[in-house]
C-alpha cells in the first residue's frame, strides 16, 4: 500500500522518480525551529555593518572581545599532556573520580552533614544540558522507584529556552512556569514566586537558579531563600538547582553554590546541575556535574546502578580532558588561590562594565532607574527593554541581544560600551 498523496505509474515508479513506490525514509521529517540564539547569531553574521555588536553569546568574553583564556589552565594542560603516566583509558561511566569528588566537596563543603553520612552522589557530564538531561532522566525513578512519574516540572519565566526541551526529551510532557523576573520591579517578584509554586501540586519539581540567573542574572536573596525553601518542604515540592557558570557570580565557587548548601542543611534532597566549562574557559572541552543529595545512605548504591544505566544509554562515558584539568585545580591549593585570582578579575570587569554602563545611562538622561545593573550578577543582566526597543536595536543601531532584553555583560568593552550606551538610550526616547 501507498501512502496517502503518493501515486504510482505502470512501471512502480512514483512520481518523485523512486522505484518500487518507496518513499525515502526522511520524506517528512520538517525542519526544527532554531532557536533564538542561532537565529540572532545568524542574522549578526549577515549584517554587514561595520560597527555591529554581538551581545547574546554565552561565552565568557575579554576586554578584547575574544573568549577568556585562563594562563593556569593553560599551563595545567601542558602538564597533563607531558605526564607519562597518564594513559589513554575509557573512564567510568560515573566520570572522573577525582573530579566528581572535588566539585561535590566544593558545592557543599567538606563538613556537609550529607558528604559525612555519604549520602551524596556526583556524577560528571559532557556539560551543563547534559547534567540537566541526566537529572530528568532520573527524576521519574526518584520520588517513588515502584511507581513511574511524569511531572510537573516548574521553569521560571523567562529561563533558558532550551530547559523545556530538554525535560521534554525525558519524557517529562507536563511542563509549567512560575514568575520570576518583574519589569515593574526590575528584579525577582517573590510575591508571585511563592503564589505561583503555592499552587503546585505535590511531588512537583521546581527547576531554582542558585546564582547568576540565565537569562536575567537577577537572584533570589539569602532571605528570600529561607521562605522559598519552607514553601518547598510545606508543599513537598523537590528543587533542582541550577548552576549555569558556576563561580561567575562572586569569584568563588563556594559562594555560588550557598544554596544549595542552605538546602541540603535544611534536610532536603536535591539536584544540582552544574557547569564547570565558563569558569574554566574550557568551551571545547564542556565539563558538566550532576550532584544528587538523599536523605539516607541506603539509596546510594541503587541510585547510582540506576545512574550508571542511563548514562550508558546517553553517552556511555564522559571525556577526561577538561574534568582532569578542573580536578588539578580544585585538589592543589595553590592553584586554587591562582584561578581564584583570574576568577575574580572576570567578575569584577563585568561589576565595573555594568557601573560605568549605569552611569553612562544616568549622564545621558536615559528614561528610568537603571540601578539593577548593579544589583544583578554573573555574565547576564536584563535591561528592562521590551520587543519593540530590542528590534531598533538590531534593526536600527545593530545591536543584538535576547528577545527578553537580556544581554551578555562580558561582551561589552572600552571600544563599543559608549555605542551601546547611547543604541539603548535612542531606543528608549525614539
Known sequence: MSRPGSSLDEKGVN?????????????????SASSTE??????????????????????????????????LVGKIKRQLSADPTLRPEFPSSLGLAEFTRQATEVSLGKSSRAVVENRVLG???????????????????WPDGRQAWSGPVYLSAPCDESLAGVFQGAGIKDIREYYYWDDRQQGVCLEKLLE???????????????????????????????????????????????????????????????????????????????????????YGE????????FKQNS???????????????????????????????????????????????????????RAILREKMRLLGTPG???????????????????HQVDFLSNRRHVYLLPSGCLNVSAINGSNLGYIAESIHLALTT
Request: hydrophobic share 40%; aromatic share 8%.
Open 196 to 282: 505561583d509554586l503555592e499552587k503546585a501540586p505535590e511531588q512537583s519539581v521546581v527547576v531554582l537558579s542558585a546564582s547568576a540567573h540565565y537569562p536575567t542574572g537577577a537572584d533570589i536573596s539569602q532571605d528570600q531563600w529561607a521562605v522559598v525553601t519552607q514553601l518547598l518542604k510545606r508543599r513537598r515540592l523537590f528543587p533542582f538547582l541550577l548552576l549555569p557558570a558556576h563561580g561567575l557570580c562572586y569569584g568563588d565557587l563556594g559562594r555560588d553554590a550557598w544554596p544549595v548548601q542552605f538546602c541540603e542543611s535544611q534536610g532536603m534532597e536535591l539536584l544540582c546541575a552544574q557547569s564547570f566549562s565558563s569558569c574554566f574557559g574550557l
Open 369 to 387: 532607574s537603571w540601578d539593577h545593573l548593579t544589583h544583578q550578577g554573573g555574565l547576564f543582566c536584563c535591561t528592562g527593554l521590551n520587543g
Open 123 to 141: 556524577v560528571q557530564t559532557p556539560g551543563f544540558i547534559a547534567a540537566v538531561r541526566l537529572g530528568a532522566e532520573f527524576l521519574r525513578l
Open 38 to 71: 542561532t537565529r540572532l547569531l545568524s542574522a549578526f553574521k549577515k549584517d554587514t555593518r561595520a560597527r555591529k555588536v554581538y551581545l547574546a553569546g554565552r561565552e565568557c568574553f575579554n576586554e578584547e572581545g575574544t573568549t577568556f583564556e585562563l594562563c
Open 286 to 293: 564542556s565539563v558538566g556535574h550532576l550532584l544528587c543529595v
Open 15 to 31: 512520481q518523485n522518480g523512486d522505484p518500487g513506490g518507496h518513499l525515502p525514509a526522511f520524506a517528512d521529517t520538517h525542519t
Open 299 to 353: 539509596l546510594l548504591l541503587p541510585v547510582q546502578s540506576q545512574v550508571e544505566t542511563i548514562v550508558r544509554a546517553l553517552w556511555s562515558q564522559p571525556s577526561v580532558g577538561g574534568a582532569r584539568v578542573v580536578a588539578s585545580v580544585l585538589s592543589n591549593s595553590a592553584h586554587l588561590v591562582e584561578w581564584q585570582g583570574e576568577v575574580k578579575h572576570i567578575v569584577e570587569r563585568c561589576m565595573l562594565i
